[in-house]
Each structure stands twice: as C-alpha cells, then as structure tokens.
C-alpha cells in the first residue's frame, strides 16, 4: 500500500513539474516557434483515434474469452432465469449501441480531421434525424423499464399464501444468524434492546411471546428444494445487505425495521455441484490452491461448492468475511435436520448458549 501511495504521489509531481514547465514556456514571447497543428499532426491524431478503437475493440475481445468464465453459474432459484433474461437483454442492447457509437465517433474524428483550407459546415437542424434518435432510445428505453417494472412485481412476491417457510435472517457487524419459525411457521417477535446473551436470547427475542418457543436459532442455512422461502431481515448495528448471489437475491437489513425477500430453491447443493459449469469452477479454484499449497500458504485447502449468503454493504473492516453457509436438501433431508436442532423455549430453559 505504501509502496503504491509513493508511486502515486512522485507520479504527481512529475505531472505537476511537467505542467509548470509548459506554463513557463508559453508565457515566454516567442514567435519563432509556431504551435498551430499541421496537417500532419491531425493526420497522425487521426490515426491515434483509429488505434484507439482497435484497443478498445480488442479489449473487449479479449474480457469476454478471459472472463466470461468467472461470471456466476445457473441460477439455482425460481426466478433467477428471467432476472438473468432481463440482465442479458439490457447488456446486450448497450453492447450493440456502444460498439457502433464507439466506431462512428473514432471514424468521424479521423474523417474531419482539420486540414489546410477545409471550412466546417453549417448545419443548423433536421427534425427528422432528431426524430430518429430520439424516438429509437424512447421506445427501447420503455420496454426495458416496463419489462424491469413486471420482472420486480414478479420477484417482489413475499405474500404467504402458498405457504412459504419462514426465516430470519439477521445481521451484525461482522456474521449472519438465522432463525427458523419453528412448528408454527410464525416468527416470534423480537427486539435488539430484549438481547440477554447470558441467557442464549442473542436475537433479542420476546420471552413472553409464544411464537418465539419453537423458534429455531442457528449458523448454518438449510433450504428444502422446491418450497418457497420468505426471508425476514434485521439487523443489528449498521446497514447491511444480504446477498444470495447463486439465487439471484439481495435485500438490505436495515437497523429498525424488517426487510423482506423471498425465493424459491430449485436446486439442491447436491445437484448443483454435478452442474458442468460448476464442476469447471472448482476444478479452477482447486488448482490456484494446489500451487498455494504447494508454496505452504495457508487457506489453501481444497474447496467445495457451496451456496452462500453474503454481505454487500461495506459494513466495517470485516465486512468481507461476513458469510454463511447454505444448504439445499430434499424435503427428508431437511426434516431430519431441523428435528435435530433445539428449539428457543429449550434452549432458555437449559441455558445452552448458542455458539
Ligand atoms: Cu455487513
């Protein structure tokens, strides 16, 4: 860090000599010396623009080989196809209008490069190439907006009437907690000023409150495949932001209030590790780590694929380790989980403190 603030700072000086120097020559009257580009100049400033956008061009070429492979897999939820439909249409039309405008502007500039005698044309208006390029962007605009607006009402579905598993999630500087709504599938209430860790009441949840006794307060995530989840988000200190990026899912937890999203799975971590995309993306990972074991670097055990659940909001200096882990099981799998797990009411009565 410091060797790159260094860098920086005698970069900006250079700059800054540089600059002055140019000042104090220009204020010195000299009229040997004539500063009006040649026509070759612009030539050669024309060519630079036409280098320029092979550059760019190349650039891009080149991101998308390199690249392509470190965006994220399939989606693993039920409405994950038609965000990515959404996302891949909008990319899609800024990349055809960038590489076009991006071509007109470099080959303009080099077309209308100044040379001796040439004289700019006049050309106050035409109504009907305004028109064009006004109507074209209306109409791609609105439709990429309406279609957004529908995609959001469709992902925005939090209502209860399919009978979605409720759970919690909630949020500190710098981990996750859930919890689970227990047999009644009703949350119950809770507050951070009614936090007694001594007691295992780490969520602040309200003793008197029976929804809260058969809650079910963990570290790890466990999803049944196929059962619609609401999530319910606090949290406790500052802003942050609970991101499921495999599900195509993110919803703030805000200090104060309960946010809420909801989501299908319609993967199991099981099927999803089978998924030849993923399969490339461990195979990749677990190679850098074999060269960093093989240096004796720590972290650098093989890894696994898992869903995760993420923060993103720069929530502190630990933001970045703020995680937790999920798991998407069959409907048995996932009953035989949460059999096993203790409820609130036992855990207060035991005096068991969640670790
Ligand atoms: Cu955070």
């Known amino acids: 860090m410091i060797t790159?603030?260094?860098i920086t700072v005698l970069v900006l000086i250079a700059i800054a000599i540089w600059q002055m120097t140019k000042i104090f020559e220009l204020s010195q009257l000299r009229a040997a010396k004539n500063e009006t580009a040649t026509d070759n100049d612009n030539k050669v400033n024309g060519y630079l623009m036409f280098a320029f956008l092979v550059f760019i061009y190349g650039i891009t070429i080149f991101s998308f080989y390199k690249y392509t492979k470190v965006l994220l897999?399939?989606?693993?939820?039920?409405?994950?196809?038609?965000?990515?439909s959404l996302m891949f249409v909008s990319m899609l039309i800024i990349f055809?209008?960038?590489?076009?405008?991006?071509?007109?502007?470099?080959?303009?500039?080099?077309?209308?490069?100044?040379?001796?005698?040439?004289?700019?044309?006049?050309?106050?208006?035409?109504?009907?190439l305004e028109f064009i390029w006004t109507?074209?962007?209306?109409?791609?605009?609105?439709?990429?907006?309406?279609?957004?607006?529908?995609?959001?009402?469709?992902?925005?579905?939090?209502?209860d009437e399919d009978d979605p598993l409720v759970v919690e999630l909630y949020a500190q500087q710098f981990n996750w907690t859930a919890r689970y709504a227990g047999d009644d599938n009703v949350?119950?209430?809770?507050?951070?000023?009614?936090?007694?860790?001594?007691?295992?009441?780490?969520?602040?949840?309200?003793?008197?409150?029976?929804?809260?006794?058969?809650?079910?307060?963990?570290?790890?995530?466990?999803?049944?495949?196929?059962?619609k989840v609401n999530f319910h988000m606090r949290s406790q200190d500052v802003l942050h932001s609970a991101y499921m990026p495999h599900f195509r899912a993110q919803m703030n937890c805000v200090p104060g209030m309960i946010t809420q999203f909801s989501f299908t799975p319609i993967?199991?971590?099981?099927?999803?590790?089978?998924?030849?995309?993923v399969i490339d993306k461990v195979k990749r990972a677990n190679k850098i780590r074999a060269a960093k074991a093989a240096a004796g670097e720590p972290n650098s055990d093989p890894w696994e694929y898992d869903y995760i659940l993420l923060c993103n909001k720069i929530c502190g200096k630990s933001h970045y380790n703020m995680q937790m882990k999920i798991i998407v099981e069959t409907q048995e799998?996932?009953?035989?989980?949460?059999?096993?797990?203790?409820t609130f009411g036992g855990e207060a009565a035991t005096g068991v403190a969640v670790k």
């Open 333 to 342: 799998e996932y009953d035989k989980w949460i059999a096993s797990q203790k």
């Open 73 to 84: 897999p399939e989606s693993a939820s039920a409405h994950g196809a038609e965000y990515d």
């Open 187 to 227: 949350l119950g209430e809770a507050n951070v000023r009614m936090i007694d860790i001594d007691n295992a009441n780490i969520l602040g949840l309200d003793e008197s409150d029976p929804n809260g006794a058969d809650d079910i307060i963990v570290k790890e995530l466990h999803l049944p495949v196929g059962r």
């Open 135 to 159: 109507i074209i962007p209306v109409i791609v605009l609105a439709g990429l907006i309406l279609w957004g607006l529908y995609t959001w009402t469709n992902i925005m579905d939090i209502n």
């Open 4 to 6: 790159v603030l260094t």
């Open 267 to 277: 993967k199991t971590t099981a099927e999803m590790r089978q998924d030849p995309d």
């Open 96 to 128: 055809f209008v960038q590489t076009i405008t991006q071509f007109l502007l470099h080959y303009f500039a080099y077309k209308y490069r100044g040379e001796k005698g040439k004289k700019a044309l006049f050309y106050a208006d035409n109504h009907k």
